[in-house]
């Protein structure tokens, strides 16, 4: 673990008060072990925009310059459990203003590679854009996992919008979720939600936007870490030229989210960027357009 170890932490406990970047909390299982071998991680591409500007995407980049953007989910399945980290939309207001090519909804994306929505465990939401938070009711028994920070600056248990960053309609349904008891709030950076999977704050793409190490099961039977650092950093662009998101609240803390992206990950190709089309040509088919980040 990063910074020194884990503490267990169970939901409905009392917040303990430690000393930031030192431990991890575990904020649900009994034991705290992850699975042996890891989770099997994959992406799943539900859709695409064939032509973005780049400048909205890579600080400095040309103005002339476009990138084709893959809207995704990532699946990732242990033992006893199926977690999505992050959850796409479906709404047709979305669909209609983006038009994006080869559009599923992505609980039909995941079936088509064998995953029901009744069987999805959790959803890690990494912020609260629509493209990553829409889809989160569409799997009818997942808890949904957002930093509290992250909750409490756009919306709260009224459903209201409080920055006109979060969707309203995804301000209503987030605040359902959480009078339906789904909705487990983090409290803040390096917390380790359930064995194998921590999640990180810093990147500043939003409030509290966040990230997550996974451990993973990789070629060859070895188990590693992987980095989902969804918009974070969008593109392989970002993170092999060291440049920050244009779409930041703050670019230094940026580019310190992904150096210490590169400090978690086993390997630097185990950072995953969450919009590039790259990601489906880099890492082997798993059939159905999904890939497995092994």
């Given at each position: 673990m990063p910074f020194g170890g884990s503490l267990c932490f169970f939901v409905g406990m009392p917040r303990l008060r430690v000393a930031p970047l030192l431990v991890a909390i575990t904020l649900r299982s009994p034991d705290c072990r992850p699975p042996a071998d890891g989770y099997s991680v994959y992406a799943v591409r539900f859709a695409t925009a064939e032509s973005y500007p780049t400048r909205f995407l890579v600080a400095g980049a040309d103005s002339a310059r476009r990138s084709s953007l893959a809207f995704t989910v990532w699946l990732l399945r242990g033992t006893d459990r199926t977690v999505l980290m992050d959850a796409g939309f479906y709404r047709e207001k979305f669909i209609e203003r983006w038009k994006p090519v080869g559009y599923s909804k992505p609980s039909d994306a995941l079936?088509?590679?064998?995953?029901?929505?009744?069987?999805?465990?959790?959803?890690?939401?990494?912020?609260?854009?629509?493209?990553?938070?829409?889809?989160?009711?569409?799997?009818?028994?997942?808890?949904?996992?957002?930093?509290?920070?992250?909750?409490?600056?756009?919306?709260?248990?009224?459903?209201?919008?409080?920055?006109?960053?979060?969707?309203?309609?995804?301000?209503?349904?987030?605040?359902?979720?959480?009078?339906?008891?789904?909705?487990?709030?983090?409290?803040?950076?390096?917390?380790?939600?359930?064995?194998?999977?921590?999640?990180?704050?810093?990147?500043?793409?939003?409030?509290?936007?966040?990230?997550?190490?996974?451990?993973?099961?990789?070629?060859?039977?070895?188990?590693?870490?992987?980095?989902?650092?969804?918009?974070?950093?969008?593109?392989?662009?970002?993170?092999?030229?060291?440049?920050?998101?244009?779409?930041?609240?703050?670019?230094?803390?940026?580019?310190r989210a992904q150096e210490r992206m590169a400090r978690l990950a086993s390997d630097p190709r185990l950072i995953v960027p969450g919009h590039d089309v790259d990601v489906f040509t880099r890492f082997p088919r798993a059939g159905n357009g999904v890939v497995h980040i092994e």
């Open positions: 079936g088509a590679y064998g995953v029901r929505p009744e069987d999805v465990t959790d959803i890690i939401i990494s912020h609260v854009h629509w493209d990553h938070l829409d889809g989160a009711d569409l799997f009818p028994r997942a808890r949904i996992w957002i930093q509290r920070e992250e909750y409490e600056h756009y919306t709260n248990d009224s459903g209201a919008v409080l920055d006109r960053a979060i969707d309203p309609d995804d301000a209503k349904m987030l605040a359902q979720l959480r009078r339906d008891g789904r909705v487990r709030l983090i409290p803040g950076d390096s917390v380790t939600i359930m064995p194998g999977i921590t999640v990180f704050t810093g990147g500043k793409h939003t409030f509290a936007s966040q990230y997550a190490t996974v451990k993973a099961s990789l070629a060859g039977g070895k188990v590693g870490t992987v980095v989902l650092a969804s918009d974070n950093a969008y593109l392989y662009e970002n993170l092999q030229q060291h440049r920050p998101i244009t779409q930041s609240l703050d670019t230094t803390s940026n580019l």
